[in-house]
């Protein structure tokens, strides 16, 4: 069946159970054409299990698959991974033992001569900084080694879609940045669709062209990294995009009082909890300018390019965490003045776990 939706992939109404728990439930999400969406959630929300529909390794109880406009899955039916024409790497690598890394990374290029398989094949493994291991077989490799291996195998025949799931996580921090760069690079070179899973906001954002942010089997929020980051839908998504500081206040007037002044609480009825919560990036050491909050420096920790300063707010004892320049960086026990950008404090209702 062909859909007039040229779309490379398209979830509909999906949900999926194991042992009567629902890991994904009436999802619907859709990856363009040489679009690259990130979706983005804490370990056990079920973006692993939505992956894994998409490839074709677990089917539908509900809902249906459409890849490139093609139904590849419904309940009861489904095509296929290996007819789907996409490529995957997973977690666990799922590398041949019995094949040398190069054979690994051609395996997928069946269709070409050898000469060709080869020059191809070592041109993924430069990409990936793995020439030299060409010769050696899985099991000599280390977990980044492996995983490596797998996104160049994944990228060899240039699928129209790829599904990657977790792919950067095994490897060291400089190294990781590299890789992710010139995947990138190479993804937007050949227009390859992509979705990729991950539980790091920061690689969701780098990465993506849209990110769809899940919990509990179900997407919340789906926007381009920076409108999330702007205007989070909830309180679960504004602390998971990264680091957050989180004041309480009681609604009076249709407004949440702070330190900083009061700040509206649409929708929410006076007399009910608010979390307020504030970026460490949006509190700024303001030397004494009107509107400004006093506090004490309690500690500094230097990041090399920026330092979280750790204030104590004067009055009312609570601890916020700033995020400044390394050039203005106070010391411990110093006296200092907080002015707050309102454009990066969000008001939510009260949750349990909104410590500071």
Do not use: W
């Amino acid at each position: 069946m062909v859909d007039r939706d040229d779309a490379a992939l398209v979830l509909e109404g999906v949900s999926h159970a194991y042992d009567g728990l629902r890991a994904v439930d009436g999802v619907d999400l859709r990856v363009g054409m040489g679009e690259l969406v990130g979706l983005l959630g804490p370990s056990g929300c079920g973006k692993s299990t939505l992956l894994r529909l998409a490839a074709g390794l677990e089917t539908p109880q509900e809902g249906r698959v459409r890849i490139a406009g093609r139904e590849v899955a419904r309940p009861g039916a489904s095509v296929p991974p290996e007819a789907r024409g996409v490529g995957l790497v997973f977690q666990d690598y799922a590398l041949f033992p019995h094949l040398t890394v190069l054979d690994n990374v051609a395996f997928g290029l069946r269709d070409r001569r050898g000469t060709e398989r080869r020059r191809m094949a070592m041109d993924m493994l430069s990409l990936v900084g793995m020439v030299g291991v060409a010769g050696r077989y899985p099991h000599a490799l280390s977990g980044g080694e492996q995983q490596r291996v797998a996104l160049a195998r994944a990228l060899a025949p240039k699928p129209a879609l790829l599904l990657l799931d977790e792919p950067f996580s095994g490897l060291d921090i400089r190294l990781r940045d590299r890789v992710r760069d010139e995947t990138l690079r190479v993804l937007g070179e050949a227009g390859i669709s992509t979705l990729i899973v991950t539980h790091d906001p920061e690689e969701a954002m780098y990465m993506a062209d849209r990110i769809a942010v899940m919990r509990a089997g179900r997407i919340l929020q789906e926007d381009a990294p920076a409108a999330i980051y702007r205007a989070p839908a909830d309180g679960f998504i504004a602390r998971f995009l990264g680091d957050i500081n989180c004041l309480h206040a009681t609604v009076a007037g249709g407004k949440a009082p702070s330190p900083f002044g009061c700040f509206p609480a649409k929708g929410v009825a006076d007399g009910a909890r608010v979390d307020l919560l504030i970026r460490p990036e949006g509190l700024t050491l303001a030397d004494g300018e009107v509107g400004t909050v006093a506090a004490t420096v309690r500690a500094v920790h230097p990041l090399g390019h920026s330092a979280i300063v750790v204030l104590r707010l004067d009055g009312d004892g609570r601890d916020l965490r700033a995020r400044v320049g390394a050039g203005r960086m106070p010391a411990a026990g110093e006296r200092v003045r907080i002015g707050l950008d309102r454009a990066q404090t969000f008001v939510f209702p009260c949750t349990e776990s909104g410590g500071g």
